[in-house]
């Protein structure tokens, strides 16, 4: 028992303390040491004794970090607890292959040069965890960091995972620090002037919103929807009554150019008289243009999709959510293994549509994004090149009640504004619903419809997760882009790290064998 605690103890609590980092827990400064237990406990380890301790690290973090998955036994039953661990698992492999590398290289060039390696690796393989089988950079360690808006305007430099450079990179000084006494003093003084800089950096980044003389104006409604009443068609009229009775209650007291709800609001088909009707007085009476999401069907194949609606209830633009939701929206693999679907509930069978739309709104241009997508950076990069001046997210979240995913996505949808200097309107059926600027402040609802149709400010002082779950409407000035500080889309710096992984890896081979080739010699 003591042998495994000492092999094990310490990534166990590089797990937890990394963990701790993201919200709900928002100890976000630990993220400067929270890997030194895993590192310092791995320093002699060969290249499999060091996977499997990043592999414990790892999936500890997963664990804890996606508890909000387990929320779905709700509705998957105990299928949710077994793919929340097999996800884990998948992940945590990745770190595995980060820390293999790390080892491998430290063990045939130097400890120093190993320090400076893995931040690169680490890098690439966040590049990478958020990618291939189709994707989940929900861990992203720069996603713990949304109170830190000085370090994340990083992100406009080289994406989300490029932060992690500065992150990794300091805990392996102090690592290295704390195993050895030779140059102790150095690599703390450097690894705290590297934090000192990141921070330094990324203020000069930050630059004050624009909104122009004439500011367009955006009304959000958060519906609080439960699933249940999604699922049931007797509250499919009910509920786009309730949010054209909220819309027009907000209108009646603010100027509104465009109104947003959330996804999967309108549950029916959109063209259907009834709801069409519904959604035709709150456009006609609020002055305003409506995107919404709403399923679609056509020639049999379900779609999640959002629509632009305009003057007199007339279509004018339609989106197709490109990237759909594992095991949420279709299962992976179904075609070759259709027993699968047998196992593990899901909404399943949704089509995915095959291109990104921009929609013109007044002057300015609107780029869709539908809950799922908000999570890859090309997407929102693409949009920007198609000409959208600013961004919206549209997403349920229903399905995960209170739980952390909630404050965890609002961050990872700020980190979207800051990559494409674009303002970003985030509308969330159960929360947490406002505008972020380009460079990520973000301003949250803050009026409730009382049983009168008047509005009432929230009280003074009130936190984003205190509006977790509750019906809330507000209305806001977009932001004017603003200016990339880079001539290239962000992510590619973070692709870049790939390639530099591998060369380091040649480049520590190289040395090694230098070595083994010397040694005889010297002898």
């Given amino acids: 028992m003591k042998a495994a605690l000492q092999k094990y103890g310490p990534p166990v609590l590089s797990g937890v303390l990394l963990a701790s980092c993201f919200p709900v827990f928002n100890l976000y400064p630990l993220v400067w040491i929270a890997l030194i237990p895993l590192l310092a406990g791995s320093k002699n380890d060969a290249p499999m004794a060091a996977a499997r301790q990043f592999f414990v690290a790892g999936f500890v973090f997963h664990v804890i970090l996606l508890q909000w998955m387990i929320t779905n036994i709700m509705w998957a039953g105990g299928w949710a607890i077994i793919g929340q661990q097999l996800l884990c698992v998948v992940l945590a492999l990745f770190w595995a292959a980060s820390g293999a590398a790390w080892s491998w290289a430290r063990n045939r060039a130097s400890a120093l040069l190993a320090a400076l390696s893995l931040p690169v690796f680490w890098v690439a393989m966040e590049q990478l965890q958020g990618t291939v089988f189709t994707g989940l950079g929900w861990s992203t360690l720069v996603y713990s960091q949304g109170t830190d808006l000085a370090l994340i305007q990083w992100a406009a430099i080289g994406s989300a995972p490029f932060v992690s450079l500065f992150i990794v990179l300091t805990n392996a000084l102090f690592a290295l620090a704390i195993a050895d006494k030779k140059a102790r003093y150095p690599r703390l003084a450097v690894g705290l002037l590297i934090i000192a800089g990141a921070h330094a950096g990324g203020y000069l980044l930050l630059d004050d919103a624009e909104y122009g003389d004439n500011p367009f104006r955006v009304g959000i409604f958060q519906s609080n929807f439960p699933q249940e009443m999604k699922w049931d068609r007797a509250y499919t009229l009910d509920m786009v009554e309730k949010a054209v009775e909220h819309s027009l209650a907000l209108a009646r007291e603010e100027d509104i150019d465009l109104m947003v709800w959330p996804e999967a609001l309108v549950m029916g088909d959109i063209t259907d008289p009834l709801i069409l009707d519904s959604i035709s007085s709150a456009v006609r009476g609020g002055g305003f243009q409506l995107f919404t999401g709403a399923a679609r069907r056509e020639n049999g194949r379900d779609y999640n ?219």
């Avoid at 961004?391 to 800051?418: K, Y």
């Fill in 305 to 523: 999709s959002s629509y632009l609606i305009g003057e007199e209830a007339r279509i004018i633009d339609t989106y197709d959510k490109i990237h759909l939701a594992p095991f949420g929206e279709y299962i992976p693999f179904s075609s070759y293994l259709p027993f699968v679907a047998r196992f593990v509930p899901s909404i399943g069978g949704m089509t995915a549509g095959t291109e990104p739309t921009v929609m013109r709104v007044g002057d300015r241009w609107l780029g869709p994004l539908i809950c799922f997508e908000m999570l890859f950076p090309p997407m929102s990069q693409r949009l920007k090149a198609e000409g959208a001046d600013f961004l919206t997210v549209i997403t349920n979240l229903g399905w995960f009640g209170r739980s952390n995913a909630l404050p965890q996505e609002i961050d990872i949808a700020r980190i979207r504004a800051i990559e494409t200097r674009l303002p970003l309107v985030h509308s969330a059926n159960t929360g947490i619903s406002g505008v972020f600027d380009p460079w990520g402040r973000f301003t949250m609802v803050d009026a409730v419809v009382d049983p009168r149709g008047r509005l009432v400010r929230t009280r003074e002082g009130i936190r984003p997760r205190d509006i977790i779950m509750n019906r809330l409407v507000g209305a806001f000035d977009l932001a004017q882009p603003g200016q990339s500080p880079v001539p290239y889309p962000p992510h590619y710096l973070a692709w870049s790290m790939l390639p530099l992984s591998l060369a380091l890896i040649a480049f520590a081979g190289w040395i090694g064998k230098r070595k083994t080739i010397q040694t005889p010699e010297q002898s």
